[in-house]
């Protein structure tokens, strides 16, 4: 195509010129369409180049790392180390590598994990390019963590650009390599379905699929979550840990902060999602100490809250651990807070009666009558244990009346069920 057939299409004009006109005709009229495209281009507003962009700054002036090369391009690759002695939140870094492992198998539900260390565990957390995953989703920042002693060391890779994904994705597959399980949060929802795809997408062999995995969310949501207003990571920090962040980047502006960096390349766009990142790996760490205390015991319990404990003991029923569970309760029935204290003695009784320890629960209950006589929970269960086991109906009989006299208003249903009850002990013990 000639210079001025491009010209035509440049000013939307087809066709080809007559053969009267000039060539020094057609080349005037050109100059004159082209000197009314600039005049128009020259009254249009123009953008200007933004302060940060004439001032960007490079990556490493703003974060300490090196690029690093694998058989499949490079990457960005930082290394922090939050030595023993530092604080995360109320409580010191080495604390956090005493976690119980026994507890940590019971919380992410995997048997195996009981027989690791701590430093076998590798921590993981993203920052992706969308929250919503998908094929379209792109992992740009995968931060990890892992103990060398009692220091946490939090390592990031950061993908520069696209064409970066593949060598970083090896470079995470490397470091996966040398541990035996995974600590996430939401990460069974999210993360490691995202990085499945995307090693998919990369034909590369996805290391993460095999390995033992704690999701940290839900045992958070079970032990923690009925006093929590939800169960983000950030809440758990500050209303549990003792951490607060300021000045933290938003999660759903971390996207849009990468895609700015890709068209800047100003580095300053990035230095709070790192440090959100390097956060969010250190607090998943302080947060597997506090919830494997929860669950043995650990540190000093007038330090935990009792709430949390009764939730704990409760945790270790749902696994069987009923011992467990048992040392737990036991403790709480002594709790100041009374309605904590019945909590744990009702859950300590149930707990004897699915196991058939029938002299440990009728105590409880009798111990509860005690102290309350309109204890609907307590006198209903000893009304049964008379009537179904001991077959003492006269005494099933008075206990349901009393409740029936009693000054405590009884919902229609609990009513209902007490008149039943009663209608059949009397049946009973005529021998009906």
Same mark, same amino acid.
Not at 108 to 123: E, K, Q, V
Not at 183 to 201: E, Q
Not at 265 to 294: G, K
Not at 368 to 373: E, H, K, L, N, V
């Given at each position: 195509?000639?210079?001025?057939?491009?010209?035509?299409?440049?000013?939307?004009?087809?066709?080809?010129?007559?053969?009267?006109?000039?060539?020094?005709?057609?080349?005037?009229?050109?100059?004159?369409?082209?000197?009314?495209?600039?005049?128009?281009?020259?009254?249009?507003?123009?953008?200007?180049?933004?302060?940060?962009?004439?001032?960007?700054?490079?990556?490493?002036?703003?974060?300490?790392?090196?690029?690093?090369?694998?058989?499949?391009?490079?990457?960005?690759?930082?290394?922090?180390?939050?030595?023993?002695?530092?604080?995360?939140?109320?409580?010191?870094?080495?604390?956090?590598?005493?976690?119980?492992?026994?507890?940590?198998?019971?919380?992410?539900?995997?048997?195996?994990?009981?027989?690791?260390?701590?430093?076998?565990?590798?921590?993981?957390?993203?920052?992706?390019?969308?929250?919503?995953?998908?094929?379209?989703? =792109? /992992?740009?920042?995968?931060?990890?963590?892992?103990? %060398?002693?009692?220091?946490?060391?939090?390592?990031? !890779?950061? &993908? +520069? $650009?696209?064409?970066?994904?593949?060598?970083?994705?090896?470079?995470?597959?490397?470091?996966?390599?040398?541990?035996?399980?995974?600590?996430?949060?939401?990460?069974?929802?999210?993360?490691?379905?995202?990085?499945?795809?995307?090693?998919?997408?990369?034909?590369?062999?996805?290391?993460?699929?095999?390995?033992?995995?704690?999701?940290?969310?839900?045992?958070?949501?079970?032990?923690?979550?009925?006093?929590?207003?939800?169960?983000?990571?950030?809440?758990?920090?500050?209303?549990?840990?003792? =951490? /607060?962040?300021?000045?933290?980047?938003?999660?759903? %502006?971390?996207?849009?902060?990468?895609?700015?960096? !890709?068209? &800047? +390349? $100003?580095?300053?766009?990035?230095?709070?999602?790192?440090?959100?990142?390097?956060?969010?790996?250190?607090?998943?760490?302080?947060?597997?100490?506090?919830?494997?205390?929860?669950?043995?015991?650990?540190?000093?319990?007038?330090?935990?809250?009792?709430?949390?404990?009764?939730?704990?003991?409760?945790?270790?029923?749902?696994?069987?651990?009923?011992?467990?569970?048992?040392?737990?309760?036991?403790?709480?029935?002594?709790?100041?807070?009374?309605?904590?204290?019945?909590?744990?003695?009702?859950?300590?009784?149930?707990?004897?009666?699915?196991?058939?320890?029938?002299?440990?629960?009728?105590?409880?209950?009798?111990?509860?009558?005690?102290?309350?006589?309109?204890?609907?929970?307590?006198?209903?269960?000893?009304?049964?244990?008379?009537?179904?086991?001991?077959?003492?109906?006269?005494?099933?009989?008075?206990?349901?009346?009393?409740?029936?006299?009693?000054?405590?208003?009884?919902?229609?249903?609990?009513?209902?069920?007490?008149?039943?009850?009663?209608?059949?002990?009397?049946?009973?013990?005529?021998?009906?």
């Amino acid at each position: 195509m000639s210079v001025k057939d491009r010209l035509k299409r440049l000013t939307g004009e087809g066709g080809q010129p007559t053969d009267n006109v000039s060539q020094s005709e057609i080349i005037s009229e050109l100059r004159k369409k082209i000197d009314a495209i600039m005049a128009r281009r020259a009254s249009y507003p123009q953008k200007t180049v933004s302060h940060r962009a004439r001032s960007a700054r490079d990556l490493r002036e703003v974060i300490t790392g090196e690029e690093v090369s694998n058989a499949l391009g490079t990457c960005f690759f930082c290394r922090n180390a939050f030595l023993s002695r530092s604080y995360h939140g109320s409580c010191e870094v080495s604390r956090f590598a005493l976690a119980d492992m026994e507890a940590a198998s019971l919380l992410a539900g995997h048997p195996g994990i009981s027989s690791m260390a701590i430093t076998d565990a590798l921590f993981l957390d993203t920052e992706t390019t969308g929250l919503s995953g998908g094929t379209g989703t =792109f /992992a740009f920042l995968i931060g990890l963590g892992w103990f %060398e002693g009692e220091d946490f060391i939090v390592c990031q !890779l950061f &993908s +520069r $650009d696209y064409h970066e994904e593949a060598s970083m994705l090896a470079l995470l597959a490397e470091i996966a390599r040398e541990k035996r399980f995974l600590v996430t949060f939401n990460g069974r929802g999210f993360d490691l379905s995202l990085l499945a795809a995307r090693y998919i997408l990369n034909r590369l062999e996805d290391p993460l699929i095999a390995m033992p995995h704690l999701d940290l969310l839900f045992p958070s949501r079970r032990l923690l979550g009925y006093r929590l207003e939800n169960s983000r990571l950030v809440t758990l920090e500050s209303r549990i840990l003792g =951490f /607060a962040r300021t000045g933290d980047v938003p999660g759903y %502006e971390i996207p849009k902060r990468y895609f700015d960096w !890709l068209k &800047s +390349r $100003d580095a300053s766009l990035l230095e709070d999602v790192f440090l959100h990142n390097r956060l969010d790996v250190v607090s998943m760490v302080a947060l597997v100490s506090h919830l494997s205390d929860l669950l043995t015991g650990g540190g000093s319990r007038q330090d935990l809250h009792h709430g949390d404990l009764l939730a704990a003991a409760k945790f270790h029923i749902g696994r069987g651990r009923y011992e467990s569970a048992r040392s737990i309760l036991e403790g709480l029935t002594a709790s100041p807070h009374r309605p904590t204290a019945r909590e744990a003695r009702i859950t300590l009784s149930l707990a004897c009666k699915r196991q058939g320890r029938w002299d440990e629960a009728v105590k409880i209950w009798e111990e509860m009558t005690a102290g309350d006589p309109e204890d609907l929970f307590a006198a209903e269960e000893l009304a049964k244990w008379f009537e179904h086991h001991v077959h003492d109906y006269s005494k099933a009989i008075e206990i349901v009346r009393r409740l029936l006299a009693g000054r405590k208003i009884l919902s229609p249903d609990e009513k209902e069920g007490l008149l039943h009850r009663l209608a059949r002990l009397k049946r009973k013990a005529s021998g009906n």
